[in-house]
């Protein structure tokens, strides 16, 4: 075991950086069943609010041991780092762009921003097969969260 925690400090470190920034964002925006998305109308594909916890629980574990494979060569990969660093500014600004300012618009171009910088890390991650195996997943939920977002907004616009 103390080996495996010195072989993958930084994947390990990075994960639960990862992890906690998602949840801060998430407390700090008062993301989940508040009065108003409840109010919302939304898609009927659109998963149950119990659903995004654990989902975003694994994906961030996931980029944030892609991340500690990336700390790892960032003297090879900085541009990389760089752009992860930018797709993971995008993603903790999202919660608090749709739950705190309600701005679903906002949050919509967020998640546009998102998925493009994320497009740009998986581009560039393209020789670190297991970096892009993790971006993999994140990559689809990011998708599917621009679909929802864009269809939460043409449900909603006054």
């Known amino acids: 075991m103390k080996e495996f925690l010195k072989s993958y400090k930084a994947e ?3 994960s639960i950086l990862c992890l906690l920034g998602g949840m801060l964002s998430g407390y700090i925006a008062d993301a989940g069943d508040s009065s108003w ?6 898609p009927t594909f659109n998963p149950p609010s119990w659903i995004f916890g654990p989902v975003w629980t694994v994906l961030y574990v996931m980029m944030g041991w892609g991340l500690g494979i990336i700390w790892k060569n960032r003297f090879e990969y900085k541009t990389l780092l760089i ?18 300012f309600h701005r679903i618009d906002l949050a919509l171009l967020d998640l546009f921003l998102m998925w493009c ?4 890390c998986m581009i560039l991650a393209w020789r670190l097969r297991a ?14 969260a621009f679909v929802l977002n864009f269809n939460i907004y043409i449900l909603n616009a006054a």
């Open 12 to 14: 390990i470190i990075a």
């Open 37 to 42: 998305y409840v109010s919302l109308d939304k």
């Open 83 to 100: 752009w992860f660093g930018i797709e993971y500014f995008f993603n903790v600004s999202w919660a608090p762009l749709f739950f705190y």
């Open 117 to 120: 910088s994320l497009l740009i």
């Open 131 to 144: 970096v892009f195996m993790l971006l993999l997943p994140y990559m689809m939920w990011t998708s599917f």
